[in-house]
């Protein structure tokens, strides 16, 4: 079964905003606004929390979250402040969705990625040792990437749910079986 390791939702306020100001006005321990190294509000509810990253479009993306519960309670939290300061109204939907799912899990063994890359397909797989020690499985039967290690640990990324990530790492653990079957 994969661990989740980062969940990330966004939304949209649907009101175009001062981050500056509202930076200064949100009643959280930490905010960071420096549109000369990035144009967005980075804002956490508790510190060493999940990061909300807000756009002066009214668009915020949550990231750094270790669950679903963690990440519906802090875009509530989020929803709350801004209520509190009266930037839109309460019962405003922003149409909250999750973008992204990162789980890990352990392959049996440590792998051969060589030969893992020719036997996955050319036209799937990235792999410059080089450049990243990691495979890049981009199965497209499967809305996921994922990164395969030497030692056997694999990443699952892209995924919209945990289900999807089970999917591509059962999907990879036949691959690769098949591949090194003897």
């Known amino acids: 079964m994969v661990t989740i390791v980062n969940v990330v939702g966004s939304g949209d306020l649907g009101v175009e ?98 030969t893992l890359s020719i036997g996955l397909g050319l036209e799937t797989v990235e792999y410059e040792p080089e450049q990243f020690p990691g495979l890049v499985y981009r199965p497209p039967e499967i809305g996921a990437v994922i990164l395969v290690f030497a030692n056997g640990k694999v990443v699952i990324t892209g995924a919209s749910d945990v289900s999807t990530a089970e999917n591509a790492f059962a999907q990879l653990q036949t691959r690769i079986q098949s591949l090194f079957e003897t």
Request: proline share 4%; with cysteine.
């Open 17 to 114: 905003l001062e981050l500056q100001t509202l930076g200064k006005d949100l009643d959280v321990p930490f905010t960071e606004y420096d549109p000369s190294n990035y144009h967005g509000l980075y804002v956490r509810l508790v510190e060493e929390g999940p990061l909300i990253t807000v756009y002066r479009s009214g668009k915020y993306i949550i990231s750094g979250c270790s669950s679903f519960q963690e990440l519906e309670t802090t875009n509530e939290g989020f929803l709350t402040q801004i209520a509190e300061l009266e930037i839109c109204e309460s019962s405003l939907d922003p149409g909250f969705t999750v973008q992204n799912v990162v789980c890990t899990e352990r392959l049996s063994s440590a792998i051969d990625l060589n």
